[in-house]
Nanobody
Framework: QVQLVESGGGLVQPGGSLRLSCTAS????????VAWHRQVPGKEREFVAD???????MYLDSVKGRFTISRDNSKNTVYLQMNSLKPEDTAVYYC???????????????WGQGTQVTVSS
């Protein structure tokens, strides 16, 4: 069993910064690609950024230059540094791992429970 736990969300003023963390718990050997997605009520969940096991990254166009995704494999953690936040970044942010190698075998397509980010003055 693998759990992905997000943290770091909160309320921030426009132009401010937050750093989200996504930590995988359990007996983990390795983690593949990890992505951040976000969702607002009434809309579909959208891709924000991802990072592969080889540290290749991709971003949603609207967050390029403002958000940075990174990973610390020693801590089984992926970060999303969000700078110059805008009200339209307000959403619940979810992390997703496509494949986690564990002592019990591989676990595919795992989602975290989400963390709320609110950008408002």
């Amino acid at each position: 069993q693998v759990q992905l736990v997000e943290s770091g969300g909160g309320l921030v003023q426009p132009g401010g910064s937050l750093r989200l963390s996504c930590t995988a718990s359990g007996r983990i050997f390795s983690i593949g690609t990890v992505a951040w997605h976000r969702q607002v009520p009434g809309k579909e969940r959208e891709f924000v950024a991802d990072i592969t096991a080889a540290d290749n990254t991709m971003y949603l166009d609207s967050v390029k230059g403002r958000f940075t995704i990174s990973r610390d494999n020693s801590k089984n953690t992926v970060y999303l540094q969000m700078n110059s936040l805008k009200p339209e970044d307000t959403a619940v942010y979810y992390c997703y791992a496509d494949r986690v190698a564990t002592a019990q075998g591989p676990i595919f397509r795992s989602w975290g429970q989400g963390t709320q980010v609110t950008v408002s003055s």
